[in-house]
Each structure stands twice: as C-alpha cells, then as structure tokens.
C-alpha cells in the first residue's frame, strides 16, 4: 500500500513530467504535495543556480504543507489508536482480524489484557 501511495504522490509531482502536462484533478492533487514544490525547488537550485531568494516561492509552501499535515496526521493517529484501545480492535481490509482465531490465544500479550479476559470470541479470517 505504501508503494501505491508513494508512486501517486511522485506522479502527481512532477517527478516524471512536468506538473503544467497532468490532467486538472492531478494539478490539483499536486498543489496539496509538499513534494511538487521540494522537485521544482531543487530543479531550479540545481539547473539554474537559484539562490534562496529565488526559491522562497517553492520553499514556503512546502513549509505550509509541512506544518499543516504533521499535526493533522498526529491527530488522526491519535484518535484511531483511541478507538483500536475502547474497542479493542484493530483495523484490517475487508474487516477481519489477523491473526485469524481467537486472537486471546494467539498473542499472550493481549491474552494477559483485562479487556480481553473471558472473550474467546473468533474474529472474521482473512482469506489471504
């Protein structure tokens, strides 16, 4: 998954064609990447010699975007580990669990955890 992620986030940037060539929705996906302004920045430091006057308007952004996704995503993290911690589940495609079984019997961690103690009951099996 993290490698789709990653190759949609290099395409959307620049990193293999101009952003000005994608389609509008992926210009538009390129604008929220902190990265379409880190590869225009470079280009322009490398190929052209800019100094950082020259790159303010490609580090800003960046920055922007920076400052603005590590909390959002702090808080995202924050509130799906509450939630795996009140219900005690853990999130799997297409709603099963892994290890497949009576995951109090697979884990003695979890087995030890109070919320656990008396559940024996079996989570949906993942097929793959």
């Known amino acids: 998954m993290a490698y789709i992620v990653q190759a949609v986030v290099l395409l959307v940037s620049g990193v293999y064609y101009p952003v000005q060539v994608l389609p509008n929705w992926m210009q538009l996906l390129s604008t929220i990447s902190p990265a379409t302004y880190v590869i225009e920045g470079m280009r322009l430091a490398l190929l052209e010699g800019a100094d950082l006057v020259a790159l303010w308007p490609k ?31 853990r999130s799997w495609p297409h709603g099963c669990a892994r290890p497949t079984g009576d995951i109090r019997t697979r884990n003695p961690r979890v087995e030890a955890h109070p919320a656990y103690r008396g559940h024996g009951q079996r989570l949906p099996a993942c097929n793959a």
């Open 59 to 89: 580090v800003w952004p960046a920055l922007v975007v920076g400052v603005l996704s590590v909390p959002l995503g702090l808080r995202l993290f924050v509130a799906v580990e509450r939630y795996a911690k009140r219900t005690g589940r």
